[in-house]
């Protein structure tokens, strides 16, 4: 899995897709940015990934970004994709500037202190678990306004607008109510708050399902094993 058949086609044959849901959307493609989901992947993969021209890596565990970060530039940019525990807040700002899934107010105010002591400011995306699903994180529809009213009002937090991984579905086109329910989300939050304290901004769609998600209005979509390929096993003793 290296060279030009390896992950550089893969992105190559990324971008051409993005290209064309941006295009049957009728969206510039300078709208939509890909995030390498890199959870579980190498560090020489992410790497090759890098040198093939991709910037952006999304990782789920601090600990496990913080162990491949040395193998990149210092140009890769790291999301954290995955929902931050309050112990790793100092961590996570060793490394990360970006969170899509900030799941509750005590994880925003975390942030929001720790980046006012390092002068930082941090991005951050809502995540909504729009199938009310137990084995997922993020804030109830009908618990986002107050929600986002109170972590709008925090220093050094940039909200950006909402997250969410869809119920599963048979295709990807089951997956288009769900991220239609995103949008609409987004634009009520942004019109009840204003564009100065809350974003349009949209992580959706993944590697099953990217294209649809564009379509639908994905400012950041997250592709995994569709571009690195398979994971490696996680160790049943990793955390973080």
């Known amino acids: 899995m290296s060279g030009d058949g390896g992950v550089a086609a893969r992105l190559a044959a990324i971008e051409a897709r993005i290209a064309g849901a941006c295009a049957r959307a009728g969206r510039p493609r300078s709208q939509v940015t890909l995030i390498g989901a890199s959870k579980q992947q190498p560090a020489a993969t992410l790497a090759e990934a890098f040198h ?9 565990r601090v600990q496990e970004a913080l162990a491949k970060a040395p193998a990149l530039p210092p140009e890769a940019e790291w999301h954290l994709l995955g929902p931050l525990q309050s112990n790793k807040v100092r961590q996570a700002l060793r490394l990360f500037r970006t969170f899509h899934a900030v799941d509750r107010p005590a994880i925003a105010e975390a942030l929001a202190r ?11 995306f809502l995540e909504v678990n729009l199938g009310g ?15 986002a009213r109170a972590i709008a009002a925090l220093d050094r937090l940039r909200l950006a ?20 329910q995103l949008a609409a989300l987004g634009r009520e939050l942004a019109a009840g708050l204003g564009p100065d304290r809350f974003g349009t901004a949209l992580s959706m769609g993944m590697s099953d399902d990217f294209e649809v998600a564009i379509e639908e209005g994905a400012t950041h979509v997250r592709v995994g094993t ?10 049943a003793a990793a955390a973080g």
């Not at 137990?134 to 529809?141: C, I, N, S, V, Y």
């Not at 569709?226 to 160790?235: D, I, K, N, Q, V």
């Open 226 to 235: 569709l571009l690195f390929g398979p994971r490696a096993p996680r160790p």
């Open 114 to 124: 720790e980046a006012d002591r390092l002068d930082l400011r941090l991005t951050i």
């Open 161 to 180: 607008g909402l997250m969410a991984i869809p119920p599963p579905g048979e295709d990807a086109e089951a997956s288009r109510p769900w991220f239609r």
């Open 52 to 60: 093939a021209g991709l910037r952006i890596f999304g990782e789920n």
């Open 133 to 147: 699903e137990a084995t997922k994180h993020g804030f109830a529809p009908a618990a986002l306004p107050a929600a």
